[in-house]
C-alpha cells in the first residue's frame, strides 16, 4: 500500500513537471516559431501555447522595432574623398518563420549587411551630397536593405545616417570653397546691383533730356541740400544748359 501512494505520488509529480515545461506564455510583442520533431509545424501567441516536451521545440520572436547602430565605416566618394560615416537602422520582423529558417541569426546578418550597403551606396556619391542630401541617401539605404532582406522576413522602415566625419584637411578645403562661393555671390549681386542702377540712370536722362529746365530745378535741390549742411564753401559745377537758360539763349 505504501509503495503504491508513493508511486502515485512521483507520478503526479512528474505529471506537474511535465504540464509546467509544456505551458508557455508568450507576450503580446513575442511569436513561438514551433518545431515538430525538427521539421517547422506553425507559429504560435500569443497568450498561452503548448509544447510538447522532447517532441516539439519552440524559439521566441520578438516583434518590436529593433534600433540597430551601425558602426562608424571608412567610405571613399565618388570624388575620391574619405570619409567616417556612421548610421543606426530601425527595422522588424515580420515573418517570424522567415527569420528564424531562412537565416541563421537575423540580428548579425541585418547589422552586416547594413554596414556593407551603407559603405556601397555613399561610395556612389560625392562629398556634397553626402552633406546636402542626406534624406535621399537614407531613402536609398533604406530601399536596399529593405530588397535584401525581405527573403529574411524583416521589414526595415528607415535608416538615418547620423555622422560623416571628414578630415581637418578636407574641412579647411570645403571653409575655402564656401568663402570663394560666399564671394563670387556678393560679385555676382553688385554687378547686377550697378547693372539695375545703370538702366534707372539712362531712364532718368531721357526724362531730363526731353524737359531741360528739369535739370535746372535738379541742381537747384542740389544746392539747397548742401546748403543745409551750412558749409562755408561750396563748389558747384555749372552745367551749359543753365547758362544758355539766364542768358536767354535756347540750348
Not at 23 to 39: A, P, S, T
Not at 149 to 172: C, F, L
Request: aromatic share 6%; glycine share 4%.
Amino acid at each position: 500500500m505504501m509503495e503504491l501512494i508513493f508511486g502515485s505520488g512521483w507520478l503526479l509529480i512528474l505529471v506537474i513537471a511535465f504540464l509546467v515545461s509544456a505551458l508557455k506564455v508568450l507576450r503580446e510583442y513575442e511569436r513561438g516559431v514551433v518545431f515538430m520533431l525538427g521539421r517547422f509545424w506553425k507559429v504560435k501567441g500569443p497568450g498561452l501555447v503548448i509544447v510538447i516536451p522532447g517532441i516539439q521545440q519552440m524559439v521566441r520572436v520578438d516583434l518590436r522595432t529593433i534600433v540597430m547602430d551601425v558602426p562608424s565605416q571608412d567610405v571613399i566618394s565618388r570624388d575620391n574623398v574619405s570619409v567616417k560615416v556612421n548610421a543606426v537602422v530601425y527595422f522588424r520582423v515580420v515573418d517570424p518563420a522567415k527569420a528564424i529558417i531562412q537565416v541563421e541569426d537575423y540580428l548579425s546578418a541585418t547589422s552586416q549587411l547594413a554596414q556593407t550597403t551603407l559603405r556601397a551606396v555613399l561610395g556612389k556619391h560625392e562629398l556634397d551630397d553626402m552633406l546636402a542630401e542626406r534624406e535621399r541617401l537614407n531613402l536609398d539605404i533604406q530601399t536596399v536593405l529593405d530588397q535584401q532582406t525581405d527573403a529574411w522576413g524583416i521589414k526595415v522602415s528607415n535608416v538615418e545616417i547620423k555622422h560623416v566625419d571628414i578630415d581637418e584637411s578636407m574641412v579647411r578645403a570645403i571653409a575655402k570653397q564656401a568663402e570663394a562661393e560666399r564671394e563670387r555671390r556678393a560679385k555676382v549681386i553688385h554687378a547686377e546691383g550697378e547693372l539695375q542702377a545703370s538702366e534707372k540712370l539712362a531712364q532718368a536722362a531721357e526724362v531730363l533730356a526731353r524737359q531741360p529746365a528739369a535739370i535746372q530745378l535738379r541742381y537747384l535741390e542740389t544746392l539747397t541740400t548742401i546748403a543745409a549742411d551750412k558749409n562755408s564753401t561750396i563748389v558747384f559745377p555749372l552745367p551749359i544748359e543753365l547758362l544758355n537758360a539766364l542768358l536767354g539763349k535756347k540750348p
